[in-house]
């Protein structure tokens, strides 16, 4: 297992407390408190920070924008050594500013070198020897500024511009004397109109150092939220001959075994573990894809305990052992693991007394920081066991949070494919961070989730007013939803239509699922600084 350079912890430790600001007092002694408080928390210092592009800028702006960030990295005296972790958009959303695909293929084809090389190079001349870069993070959720598209044509530009901006990145790096890592950075998600981007959107190995994911502990279960499918309950099995359901999200979600479950599973439903036909993409599927391809493995953005997840879960230690649980038992090399620790884009703050979430304060510093050999993070006893058949068990449970790390349920691919899947609700909707910073007028970016569920458009959700709560039942539909003919155990596809459908109303009425713009629908999503991101249905993650 791979060891803080600092301390033991389990895994190199990272974190998003906010920005620091070299150019005003009273933001930068908030920062060093906040980071101070955290290392005080974990028994360590971070040797990771997060930090964003913002794409609100106009991309002529983004160097002037780095060159803030890493100033302020370097003044700031509790970030000496510390590692930036830069997500890059791959597009512009200030005013005037083209569409994303057109953007796509400006970067492809070299508009934009020059900025690429000069974020580079301010980074480098303020110090920073190493730098990690996401570009295009989260790609997979529809409401991002860099989201790679519903269709193939829009995805394969948005390959070709990671390609060519992963090329450039690390011959500017080489050109300044600095280690450049670029990470291919999606969300973990229970549905996406980009399918699963392992298949739809992976640059190929030459272009990637790192795999990495954004994954958070928010809650929205395929299923109607009055009847929902209780794993524990029902044996633990798809399509139990006994099937127990819960009339609330909250009563599923005080169950363990079902919020494990759904980590594991973002897009399971009673019939299928794949409720989304092939359009999730989860942690244990990105796991796998880093060991197939020989690459480190790393989390960008982690959090649990959003009040405005599905199951209203404000403190949440569950998520935090199973994600501890998961990467100790995935036999993958841990770069980093980044803990949002901020309430810029959520509810996702713990290590003061003020946040209410000592439980999951105690699992953070407990399963990531660096504790007495007495209270160091143990692995599950328990094995997971899935299948897609009935009366199969999916989970033995032997530890009250039992790790969920199932089989994959395809090869991770290393090529780009783009697989023409059933169209279905869009799960992705940006939860993002926004810290003011006073001088120039420049705002800091604040970072997203990650496994969130999937979130729809406004026109799936016009659609899903059709749909019978009954049992498989389906109403006309005002417009047709696609969909792949799954094959499930009352063969019907409107039992699936019906199921998704409800998981993702549940999700659009919690309201906001996470960190987002005020005014935006979110509905599951991750976290991301600069930029408001969430995505609905697969809130596994913020």
């Known amino acids: 297992m791979a060891q803080n350079a600092t301390g033991a912890t389990p895994f190199p430790l990272g974190v998003f407390v906010g920005n620091p600001n070299y150019y005003d007092l009273t933001e930068e002694a908030s920062f060093e408190a906040n980071f101070n408080a955290f290392s005080d928390l974990m028994k360590t210092k971070p040797q990771f920070l997060d930090q964003y592009s913002d794409q609100r800028l106009p991309i002529s702006g983004w160097v002037g924008q780095a060159s803030w960030n890493a100033a302020s990295m370097a003044q700031s005296p509790v970030l000496k050594g510390v590692t930036p972790v830069i997500g890059l958009p791959m597009t512009s959303t200030a005013p005037g500013s083209g569409t994303p695909d057109q953007f796509y293929k400006d970067f492809a084809a070299g508009k934009y070198d020059s900025v690429l090389k000069g974020m580079v190079k301010t980074w480098a001349d303020h110090g920073f020897a190493t730098q990690i870069w996401r570009p295009g993070w989260e790609m997979n959720i529809d409401s991002m500024p860099s989201y790679a598209g519903n269709d193939a044509a829009t995805r394969a530009d948005w390959v070709k511009a990671f390609q060519h901006i992963s090329t450039v990145l ?139 997840d599905g199951a209203r879960l404000s403190d949440n230690p569950t998520f935090v052992k199973w994600l501890a649980d998961t990467l100790h038992q995935s036999g993958v090399h841990v770069s980093f693991v980044n803990i949002w620790d901020s309430n810029s884009d959520g509810q996702y703050r713990f290590t003061s007394a003020a946040d209410h979430k000592p439980l999951e304060a105690a699992a953070w510093a407990r399963y990531f920081g660096d504790p007495p050999p007495s209270t160091s993070p143990s692995t599950s006893k328990s094995a997971l066991v899935a299948t897609d058949s009935s009366h199969t068990p999916v989970v033995a449970v032997a530890d009250t949070l039992p790790a969920a790390v199932p089989t ?135």
């Open 170 to 308: 690390h011959a500017a790096g080489k050109a300044e004397g600095v280690s450049v890592q670029v990470a291919w950075n999606p969300s973990v998600v229970n549905y996406s109109h980009a399918g699963n981007v392992i298949q739809t959107a992976y640059p190929g190995n030459q272009y990637v150092d790192i795999i990495a994911a954004d994954v958070y502990g928010d809650v929205f279960p395929y299923g109607s939220p009055t009847h929902l499918y209780d794993w524990d309950k029902s044996g633990q099995v798809l399509n139990s001959s006994h099937p127990v359901y819960d009339s609330s999200v909250q009563q599923w979600a005080s169950d363990p075994v079902n919020l494990q479950h759904y980590y594991t599973y973002p897009a399971a439903n009673q019939w299928s573990l794949d409720g989304s036909v092939g359009h999730a993409t989860t942690l244990q599927e990105l796991i796998n894809l880093a060991k197939s391809t020989g690459k480190p493995f790393a989390i960008a953005e982690t959090g649990a305990g959003n009040t405005n």
């Open 408 to 542: 994959p349920t395809s090869p991770p691919q290393t090529n780009v494919t783009d697989h023409a899947t059933g169209t279905g609700p869009e799960h992705g909707w940006w939860s993002e961070h926004h810290d003011s910073i006073a001088n120039g007028g420049m705002t800091t970016p604040a970072t997203h989730t990650s496994m969130r569920l999937a979130a729809q458009s406004s026109a799936l959700l016009s659609q899903i007013e059709h749909l019978v709560a009954a049992r498989g039942g389906l109403n006309a539909v005002t417009a047709p939803i696609t969909a792949a003919e799954a094959s499930h155990v009352d063969g019907s596809t409107a039992a699936f239509l019906a199921s998704h459908g409800f998981a993702l109303l549940n999700q659009h009425l919690a309201g906001n699922a996470g960190r987002v713009e005020p005014g935006q629908m979110v509905l599951t999503g991750s976290n991301s600084a600069t930029w408001a991101q969430d995505s609905i249905l697969t809130r596994p993650q913020h």
